[in-house]
């Protein structure tokens, strides 16, 4: 092989290797001042979307995430918050101009009872991508937190409520209906 080839060969994989750096997003997701009720096996969630807005959460499935909406990561947390990344994501440019928030659980299997919390949502910008020198940060207890009271509780209403809201509905109709 020629050196001019060589060069030229050297040239081409740093180029390539600089371009596939760059498909990638650096995160780190932490609480910082901790939450006071985590404990060991807590989970934690890194979420992607490609909108600018948290997706409602489903009660009666608090671990699945919005249609368009990806996890990137899920771990246990340990007593008293979390600390994970910073981690590399992706091998693309779908990450590119997203963002990323952290969901976290009271629990390890989150149910109706449970609390959560959500962080804000963190930009992951188009140039440069965040790297492992600057990754994305996402806080989720920028100041000390508790589930307790500073969660929200997954709610969803019993059966039994709903059906007597529908007959209480029913029984308005009903009455509606016979004096007209």
């Known amino acids: 092989m020629t ?3 060589k060069i030229g060969l050297v040239v081409f994989l740093a180029i390539f290797s600089t371009v596939s750096a760059r498909a990638m997003v650096n995160i780190k997701w932490w609480s910082s001042n901790g939450i006071t ?7 934690v969630m890194l979420i992607y979307s490609p909108s600018n ?3 409602a959460i489903n009660p009666s499935s608090p671990t699945s995430v919005a ?4 996890v990137l990561d899920s771990q246990g947390g340990i007593n008293g918050g979390f600390d994970l990344g910073p981690v590399d994501f992706g091998t693309g440019n779908q990450y590119e101009g997203g963002y990323a928030f952290v969901r976290a659980f009271s629990t390890a299997t989150p149910t109706i009872g449970d609390y959560y919390m959500e962080s804000t949502l963190a930009m992951l910008s188009s140039y440069p991508l965040p790297n492992s020198t600057t990754p994305v940060q996402i806080d ?3 100041s000390a937190k508790s589930f307790a009271t500073d969660g929200t509780m997954l709610v969803i209403p019993e059966p039994g409520t709903l059906a007597f ?4 509905l029913g029984v308005v109709v009903a009455r509606r209906f016979r004096k007209a």
Not at 37 to 43: P, W
Not at 67 to 70: D, G, T
């Open 53 to 55: 807005s948290l997706s």
């Open 37 to 43: 009720d985590m404990t060991a096996g807590d989970l």
């Open 140 to 142: 989720l207890a920028p």
């Open 165 to 168: 809201g529908l007959i209480g």
């Open 3 to 5: 050196t001019i080839k």
């Open 67 to 70: 249609a368009w909406e990806a």
